[in-house]
């Protein structure tokens, strides 16, 4: 660890592990057990604890407090941990807490932004790629998948999941899974479309879109229940990925869907 890229304000544990190339700015802290990988930054008045893994080439922005105890009264300062992909940007005063006994990590994949004052609670799995925008909140054990969206103060309920590429749009509440490809929105939250936009910028082509449109009509427009609903969309879409990833979803699904 250079020097260097040390401001001389900044308090960092000799038992940490900080690659040469780290940047850590003014009044920052870091505590033992913390690991940063090459080339990442942390901004100023940043408080990084002790059970924290960071990636490569990551960027922390000012007064976040990353790997910070868990808000669980059912925590009594077991070893977990909290675990951070490669170029993940985190923006001002964001809280991303640790795991607890029950799942003993949370854990943020890469590539993904988090804008000014997100949490993000204990045992929380992140999938790559995902957005979350200003002051979204996670309650604890929550699932979210790659490349899924949250728009601007969007709370989710602890356990719940959301899919891969769903978007949740502004200041809406998640209280039930949400399954993937969708556009959800609404009080309460209710199925509102696929996110066409967001999976043509993906290359998801114009046949794999409309199929996914179809199955959701199915098993939400039509008035079938949901069983039969999802033996139809079984039996229409004869094994296709995506499709299969939607009934993989729903079918394991604990809180019920939107």
């Known amino acids: 660890m250079s020097q260097s890229n040390i401001h001389p304000t900044a308090i960092i544990d000799p038992l ?39 990636g490569s080439n990551c960027s922390i922005l000012h007064n976040s407090a990353i790997g910070v105890p868990p808000q669980d009264l059912k925590y009594n300062n077991e070893d977990t941990k909290l675990v951070i992909g490669n170029n993940v940007v985190i923006r001002e005063s964001c809280t991303l807490n640790r ?26 799995t992140v999938g790559e790629n995902a957005i979350f925008a200003n002051q979204a909140t996670l309650g604890g054990h929550v699932e979210i998948g790659e490349w899924a969206s949250l728009g601007g103060g969007v ?22 899974d949400v399954p993937p490809f969708i556009l959800a929105a609404g009080e309460p939250l209710r199925y509102a479309g696929i996110n066409r936009v967001g999976l043509e910028r993906r290359g998801f082509d114009a046949d794999t879109r409309t199929n996914i449109k179809k199955a959701y009509r199915i098993l939400f427009r039509s008035k079938l229940t949901r069983k039969v609903a999802m033996k139809k969309i079984e039996s229409d879409f004869d094994h296709r990925p995506e499709i299969n990833q939607i009934i993989n ?10």
């Open 16 to 54: 940490s592990n900080i690659a040469e190339n780290v940047r850590v700015g003014p009044y920052s802290i870091i505590a033992d057990n913390v690991t940063i990988g090459s080339g990442s930054k942390i901004g100023n008045f940043v408080t990084i604890d002790s059970g924290t893994e960071i």
């Open 99 to 124: 795991g607890t006994a029950a799942h003993g990590v949370t854990e943020v994949g890469d590539n993904c932004l988090l804008m000014a004052y997100v949490h993000i609670a204990h045992d929380c």
């Open 155 to 176: 709370l989710v309920h602890q356990f719940c999941h959301i899919g891969a590429h769903a978007f949740i749009g502004g200041g809406f509440r998640v209280v039930q």
């Open 249 to 258: 979803f729903i079918e394991s699904s604990t809180r019920n869907l939107i």
